[in-house]
């Protein structure tokens, strides 16, 4: 028997399959590897894709309340919103 936290799991991982697609993923990857949160520059960094393309993601991302965005200096803070 499934328990109910394995069931909201299941429901939670074939939602995010759909929306995202393989960049997405890395990036929500990369916020799990660092304790649900990076400054946008750090994702640039660790991504190693350009601003406009990382920017683009967190847009996606954030539309879909994955992630949170909050203003940190002259960049941003990315943080991965529980699902």
Known sequence: M??????TQIVS???LEKITDEN????ISLLKENNGAL???Q?????????VKVHRI????ESNK????FKYGQTNKIK????
């Open 66 to 69: 994955i992630i949170e965005k």
């Open 39 to 41: 400054t946008q520059s």
């Open 24 to 27: 997405d993923k890395k990036v």
């Open 43 to 51: 994702l640039v960094k660790e991504f190693g894709m350009t601003k």
């Open 80 to 83: 991965l919103k529980k699902i």
């Open 13 to 15: 991982d074939s939602w």
């Open 2 to 7: 499934l328990s109910i936290i394995s069931i």
């Open 58 to 61: 967190i847009v996606k991302l």
